[in-house]
């Protein structure tokens, strides 16, 4: 469904600047003048649900696939946190240098790739820490990006974090209480 936002009561069309600029997606005014500044924002806003609702082309399909494709890079040398694809990963974070645990990197470069397909209806993760990406889900990404708590249902394209301060990603949907995942 989409509407025609310039045919909007100045009321309704401040109402939906307000909303807009509440999920990230706008930040002009809020006078219920809609121009084109709120026309694209509306437009990101709904290809961003489209991506969402079509399955094998939302975001979570796409970033399984990105990350699924790094299956099988190891550290060089052995145990070293240290290699050229790992310190690719490494670079998508705050964090400078190399030679740390990188699992939250390479999530982190997974999304960051993911943003060169699509605009992300949340900012970019860019934590080193695996634990940090709660503080990330609570904090920056907003409404689009939901929190789970163990005992729900993980779903391919969910990262998931680990009591021990690992994180991965699920690539296929949790079955029988057993999830796989790929992770750095």
């Known amino acids: 469904m989409s509407l025609d936002i310039k045919s909007l009561a100045q009321p309704d069309a401040v109402l939906i600047q307000h909303g807009l600029r509440a999920v990230g997606f706008y930040d002009g005014t809020t006078n219920g003048n809609p121009g084109n500044l709120t026309l694209d924002a509306y437009k990101r806003y709904l290809a961003s649900l489209a991506a969402v609702e079509q399955p094998g082309n939302s975001l979570a399909a796409k970033l399984v696939g990105i990350l699924k ?3 099988g890079v ?4 052995v145990n070293t946190n240290r290699g050229k694809r790992v310190e690719e990963y490494q670079s998508a974070t705050w964090l400078p240098g190399s030679g740390w645990a990188w699992c939250a990197a390479f999530i982190c470069w ?3 790739e993911l943003e060169k397909l699509a605009d992300l209806p949340f900012p970019r993760p860019q934590t080193a820490g695996a ?3 709660e503080r990330w889900a609570k904090e920056d990404a ?3 990006v939901k929190l789970h708590k ?4 993980i779903k391919a394209g969910d990262i998931v974090i680990f009591t021990f301060s690992h994180i991965g990603l699920a690539i296929e949907d949790e079955k029988h209480g057993m999830v796989t995942t790929v992770e750095g």
């Open 69 to 71: 494709r790094e299956e």
């Open 74 to 77: 190891r550290e060089q040398p």
């Open 110 to 112: 997974g999304v960051r």
């Open 131 to 133: 634990w940090d990406f």
């Open 142 to 144: 907003g409404p689009t």
């Open 150 to 153: 163990p005992k729900q249902e």
